[in-house]
């Protein structure tokens, strides 16, 4: 099973490596309280996951900028729970939302001895959607940045996977070419059809064993990834 003649391995950082959803609630749960927002974070995060999904998706095919999106998936939630909340609180939450994401960097289990084991004989990239200025601060600040050679991401870039042109610019960048790379995430239409797009390798992190329609290779604890690497 194992995977011959890869040199690069590239992952996605939310949801893959770094545990967003777990991260995300602390920040709202923090910054909720520090503007006085009086709503249950349950319910809250119930509504705004589904809307940011939605947002992530605009802002990734370009329909919609980051200041918009920023504002838009906190002011549908409020909406969504019925919650009148003025448009500067909401302005204040979206910007302190963004500073106090990285005071808690949960990582996957076993992303430190995944890490290890592949950098050993595999040279490692962050390919990421996500916030230039956050992105990079997950890393530091979760330890594990000395691992990658390379970080790209779509602000930098300009497009977001699944855009061919970010997959071409991060294999360039690594110094190295599709045929000795891999991609892992768990976004199916971003990572996985977008890297499978140029004809690059995929491994799909399929956390929640979520049902696909092509043959895949899938992953739903990283550690199984030795099967692979």
């Excluded at 900028?65 to 909406?79: C, E, H, P, S, V």
């Excluded at 302005?91 to 076993?110: G, K, P, S, W």
Aim: aromatic share 12%; proline share 1%; glycine share 4%.
């Amino acid at each position: 099973m194992k995977i011959n003649g890869i040199t690069d391995i590239f992952f996605d950082l939310d949801h893959t490596l770094w545990d967003f959803d777990r991260n995300s609630e602390l920040a709202f749960g923090k910054i909720l309280k520090l503007n006085q927002v009086e709503v249950d974070l349950q319910e809250f995060l119930t509504h705004y996951k589904a809307i940011n999904l939605q947002y992530w998706k605009l802002y990734r095919d370009e329909k919609v900028d980051k200041a918009f999106m920023r504002f838009g998936r906190l002011n549908d939630t409020f909406n969504a729970l019925n919650v009148m909340v003025a448009e500067e609180v909401i302005h204040q939450l979206a910007e302190d939302y963004i500073t106090y994401l990285t005071d808690h960097n949960f990582l996957f289990d076993n992303t430190v001895e995944i890490l290890e084991y592949l950098s050993v004989n595999y040279n490692l990239h962050i390919l990421s959607n996500g916030f230039e200025e956050v992105q990079t601060k997950k890393l530091i600040k979760s330890n594990i940045d000395h691992f990658f050679k390379t970080v790209t991401n779509g602000e930098t870039v300009g497009v977001k996977k699944p855009n061919p042109k970010i997959f071409h610019h991060a294999i360039k960048q690594a110094n190295t070419s599709v045929e000795k790379s891999i991609m892992i995430g768990d976004g199916f239409e971003a990572d996985i059809l977008g890297a499978l797009g140029i004809g690059m390798d995929v491994i799909y992190f399929n956390e929640f064993n979520k049902e696909v329609e092509v043959h895949l290779k899938q992953v739903k604890n990283l550690l199984e990834l030795k099967k692979y690497l």
